[in-house]
């Protein structure tokens, strides 16, 4: 099994800049991805952006493509989601996500993940 928990997100102005930070742990030996997606007030869990485990390949939504970066720290066991130019749209809690499912390519569906962490809000003001 895989646990992770994620940090750094805070209040921000419209144009500036987050790093968020995801911590997988127990059986990361066996993980397939790790994924962010976030979550406004209303609304359902939106992919943002996943790197395979093994291969470091990144996938992005449309939205975040050309933003945001995902990068991962092979020696700390770590998943960086990098936001720039950031807008009032981004406004929400983002979630990282860990799957040792291994039957996918984009990891892009929420049901594909088998742990969570707990959230990080993340607020735009314009």
């Known amino acids: 099994q895989v646990s992770v928990h994620e940090s750094g997100g805070g209040l921000v102005q419209a144009g500036g800049s987050l790093r968020l930070t995801c911590f997988p742990s127990?059986?990361?030996?066996?993980?397939?991805?790790v994924g962010w997606f976030r979550q406004a007030p209303g609304k359902e869990r939106e992919f943002v952006g996943r790197v395979r485990w093994g291969s470091g390949n990144t996938y992005y939504s449309d939205a975040a493509k050309g933003r945001f970066t995902i990068s991962k720290d092979n020696a700390k066991n770590t998943v960086y989601l990098q936001m720039n130019n950031l807008e009032r749209e981004d406004t929400a809690v983002y979630y990282c996500?860990?799957?040792?499912?291994?039957?996918?390519?984009?990891?892009?569906?929420?049901?594909?993940?088998?742990?969570w962490g707990q959230g990080t809000q993340v607020t735009v003001s314009s």
């Open positions: 127990g059986d990361t030996f066996s993980l397939q991805a």
């Open positions: 996500g860990a799957t040792l499912y291994s039957g996918s390519y984009f990891y892009d569906q929420p049901n594909e993940y088998d742990s």
